[in-house]
């Protein structure tokens, strides 16, 4: 495992921070965006791990990233329905 690993902890936190703003500041309309912020998540995921990841295990990196992400959003879903 080499040091890039360190930018999928940021756009998990990124998306984390999102998802948390949505669910608390916008309750009403945040089953809206939370699309949106998975396709930010992603496509921001993908610009940092071409920034700083040299090419082996970009793959893997991309898929946890995408994966976690998309746990994150969808468990903000679930918390937006809640709510």
Same mark, same amino acid.
Request: net charge positive; proline share 2%; charged share 5%.
């Given at each position: ?20 703003? @949505? &669910? +608390?500041? *916008?309750?009403?309309? #945040? =089953?809206?965006? %939370?699309?949106?912020?998975l396709a930010?998540? !992603?496509? /921001? ?12 295990? @970009? &793959? +893997?990196? *991309?898929?946890?990233? #995408? =994966?976690?992400? %998309? ?6 879903? !679930?918390? /937006?329905?809640?709510?």
């Amino acid at each position: 495992m080499n040091g890039h690993w360190w930018s999928i902890w940021v756009a998990w936190a990124a998306t984390l921070v999102g998802a948390a703003v @949505l &669910v +608390l500041v *916008l309750p009403d309309r #945040a =089953l809206q965006l %939370l699309p949106l912020l998975l396709a930010l998540s !992603l496509v /921001a995921a993908f610009a940092l791990q071409l920034l700083v990841a040299d090419r082996v295990g @970009l &793959v +893997l990196r *991309l898929t946890a990233s #995408a =994966l976690g992400s %998309l746990v994150i959003v969808l468990v903000a879903a !679930l918390l /937006a329905l809640v709510r």
